[in-house]
């Protein structure tokens, strides 16, 4: 099983910056994709944006040019850049983690526990 610690979040106003890290533990895998989704008040789990190990990114349409989402291989660590936020990124971002286990051909999920980002004046 992999292990996921998110951290960054918190309190920012219109147009600030934050910064989302995932670090990802265990023994016996390899990672494949890594990604941010969110769950808005009263929304469904979506997509923020996820990187390939070979560093192919993709993005939700809604934080393309704003949002920047990189990985470090070495470290097992995924990072979300959150630049000119607007109070509709409000949400609880989760850090997904999509990995083989060694001896298995199965693509499996992990989670984070979940971080808040609240954009407010």
């Known amino acids: 099983q992999v292990q996921l610690v998110e951290s960054g979040g918190g309190l920012v106003q219109p147009g600030g910056s934050l910064r989302l890290s995932c670090a990802a533990s265990g023994s016996g895998f390899s990672i494949n994709a890594m990604g941010w989704y969110r769950q808005r008040p009263g929304k469904q789990r979506e997509l923020v944006a996820y990187?390939?190990?070979?560093?192919?990114?993709n993005y939700a349409d809604s934080v393309k040019g704003r949002f920047t989402i990189s990985r470090n291989n070495a470290k097992n660590t995924v990072t979300l850049q959150m630049n000119s936020l607007k109070p509709e990124d409000t949400a609880v971002y989760y850090c997904n983690v999509k990995y083989i286990r060694d001896s298995s051909s199965i693509l499996r999920d992990s989670w984070g526990q979940g971080t808040q980002v609240t954009v407010s004046p």
């Open positions: 990187i390939t190990s070979s560093g192919s990114t």
